[in-house]
């Protein structure tokens, strides 16, 4: 059977205290939504997604994807989204049904579900929890088959203390689905079509509901808040780090990485407390990653270290790197193997050729540095006019003196010393001594000014 995926997304989030759509708010840096519509479309589907407010904001966070969009123009509950999808639906497709604020649930789990859904055409995601405040329970007859489900508005004291809870998700028969949704009402506390009153009307239809019971609550979990923002973000990031560890990294404190994308690691990798990785970042073998780095969308080859407080962005890094403490790699810089960039350092836009070396407190912007080249502290690639940006080329083997100004478009030949203290505005060949610093003055047997005692 074809399979399908419907995603509700209608609802305001008003407990969210924000202006921004309930299910835009990120979880591990990514929109809510965007983790179920890029479950669907790993899946080989294209999603259905319900939205109310702020559609367009909705498919401007998600403008990338292949989507359905389909409006529910009042938002009357769980049911009225859903029936808002009926001109789209396929009689013999197995609808997954979820809901956008809960966005961790996994392909494994949707799969079982739908394994459950194969008899009758309709089954229902549950958990066991003691903790079921705010949830539908689930209700289950003699025979402990599921027979409805109540919402905790609607629910006596007795249903209230049921522990098994709808997670929100089902997985349904288009077919069924076009059967039932019309028949739902709105007679209840809170005066919405209920969804969840689905299960009550296949079962009078014939259709027996089964229940896919986890035990995980995780997995289910919803967001209504910034507390429960706060929690998915936890859970997430835990399972990214266990499987960054599952791939071999070794991480000084899991609770103390964080992970907005995707990292891939080679073997032996050692990641220090309070990394930050965004975007897709790749570390090779025997990467040192220290404490207080945030690594973005850069690639990091093996035995390269990274000291404390570093931060990298599109980068891409050689192997056996020596970066850091308090290095700011910015975007477009290539670090050969074998470079070392000290504390204080700031690149960007700069290819920097095995061998070479900026130690201490310089910005190299907008240049070539050839191989073996020593750019000493305080060194300045004077890369903007006020209009336009410029390339500074060093040449292998140069050497460049301390707090010199490179002002571009300016070329250093092979070889060359620059004086420490220079400004050079002129190209230089090879092999040559470059000094542009104005000559130091000796007044001989100098006295000092002395202070004046007999003023106040
Ligand atoms: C719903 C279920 C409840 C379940 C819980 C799991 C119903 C009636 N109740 O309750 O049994 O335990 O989810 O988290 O289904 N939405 C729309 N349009 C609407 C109303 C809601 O698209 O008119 C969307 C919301 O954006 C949200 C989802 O549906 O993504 C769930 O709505 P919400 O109001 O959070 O339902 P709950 O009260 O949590
Ligand atoms: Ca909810």
Not at 53 to 76: M, S, Y
Not at 117 to 140: C, N
Not at 279 to 286: A, F, H, Q, S
Not at 318 to 325: E, R, V
């Amino acid at each position: 059977m074809k399979h399908g995926i419907i995603i509700l997304a209608a609802g305001k989030g008003t407990r969210m205290k924000s202006s921004l759509p309930k299910v835009l708010h990120p979880v591990g840096g990514k929109p809510m939504i965007a983790h179920l519509t890029t479950l669907a479309l790993e899946q080989g589907q294209t999603p259905i997604v319900i939205y109310g407010h702020q559609g367009q904001a909705l498919k401007d966070a998600l403008g990338e994807q292949t989507i359905t969009w389909v409006e529910q123009k009042a938002q009357l509950g769980t049911g009225h989204a859903v029936q808002q999808t009926l001109p789209h639906l396929d009689d013999d497709t197995l609808y997954y049904i979820l809901v956008g604020d809960a966005p961790l649930i996994r392909a494994e789990t949707l799969k079982q579900l739908g394994r459950c859904a194969s008899d009758s055409g309709i089954a229902v995601l549950t958990v066991t929890t003691d903790q079921p405040f705010g949830y539908g329970r689930i209700i289950r007859d003699s025979s402990d088959a599921v027979s409805r489900i109540v919402e905790e508005k609607d629910a006596s004291a007795q249903e209230k203390a049921i522990g098994e809870i709808n997670s929100g998700i089902f997985a349904v028969r288009g077919e069924l689905l076009k059967a039932l949704l019309p028949k739902l009402t709105n007679d209840n506390a809170q005066g919405e079509y209920y969804l969840t009153d689905m299960v009550a009307l296949a079962n009078q239809a014939g259709h027996p509901v089964a229940a896919h019971c986890i035990a995980d609550i995780s997995e289910v979990m919803g967001c209504n808040n910034k507390v429960q923002l706060a929690e998915l973000e936890r859970i997430y990031q835990r399972r990214q780090t266990q499987q960054l560890m599952l791939d071999g990294a070794t991480l000084a404190d899991p609770a103390r990485v964080d992970i907005r994308g995707q990292v891939e690691v080679g073997s032996d990798c050692f990641i220090d407390v309070n990394a930050v990785f965004i975007g897709e970042v790749t570390l090779g073998d025997n990467v040192y990653i220290g404490p207080n780095c945030i690594i973005e969308n850069s690639c990091i080859d093996s035995h390269t270290i990274v000291k404390a407080n570093c931060v990298l962005e599109e980068a891409s890094i050689g192997q056996s790197a020596n970066i850091g403490p308090f290095a700011r790699i910015r975007p477009k810089t290539r670090l050969a193997d074998n470079t070392k960039i000290g504390n204080f350092v700031e690149t960007k836009n700069a290819q920097i050729a095995e061998g070479s070396k900026v130690n201490h407190l310089s910005y190299v912007g907008d240049a070539i540095v050839e191989g073996n080249v020593n750019i000493g502290a305080g060194t300045i690639t004077c890369n903007y006019d006020g209009v336009n940006k410029h390339l500074t080329t060093i040449k292998s083997g140069a050497f460049i003196g301390s707090n010199s100004a490179l002002v571009a478009p300016v070329t250093i030949g092979n070889n060359v010393t620059v004086a420490a203290g220079s400004t050079i505005t002129n190209d230089t060949g090879d092999n040559e001594l470059a000094i542009a610093r104005a000559r130091q003055s000796v007044i001989k047997d100098w006295q000092a000014p002395q202070k004046n005692k007999d003023k106040p």
